[in-house]
């Protein structure tokens, strides 16, 4: 079965950094790619970020374009999300969620199978 766990979200003012994780456990394939989605209450899915494992192409969405970096460890089947900059406007719950395939990038969540149960950040003014 495959499982994603996130960690390091948090209460941190504007300006501010945190670094989230996604440990992956349980798959099989050959590649993936992770994605980090995050979501308001009452509002859409947002994709974050993304990263394949096998070409390590990644994407930003264009709000944290600059501000977010994605990375992965292979060997401890990990992904980060590390975020730089804070904004009031990126509180939300971030989830990591993962598709087969480790090449190429794509944020369409529909295009993701498995996905985490999400961590929330929170960026006071």
């Known amino acids: 079965e495959v499982q994603l766990v996130e960690s390091g979200g948090g209460l941190v003012q504007a300006g501010g950094s945190l670094r989230l994780s996604c440990v992956v456990s349980g798959f099989t394939f050959d590649g993936y790619s992770v994605g980090w989605f995050r979501q308001v209450p009452g509002e859409n899915r947002e994709g974050v970020s993304c990263?394949?494992?096998?070409?390590?192409?990644?994407y930003y969405g264009d709000a944290v374009k600059g501000r977010f970096t994605v990375s992965s460890d292979n060997a401890k089947n990990t992904v980060y999300l590390q975020m730089n900059s804070l904004k009031p406007e990126d509180t939300a719950v971030y989830s990591c969620a993962l598709r087969p395939g480790g090449y190429g990038c794509y944020i369409a969540e529909l295009m993701y199978d498995y996905w985490g149960q999400g961590t929330q950040v929170t960026v006071s003014s």
């Open positions: 990263i394949a494992s096998t070409d390590h192409s990644t």
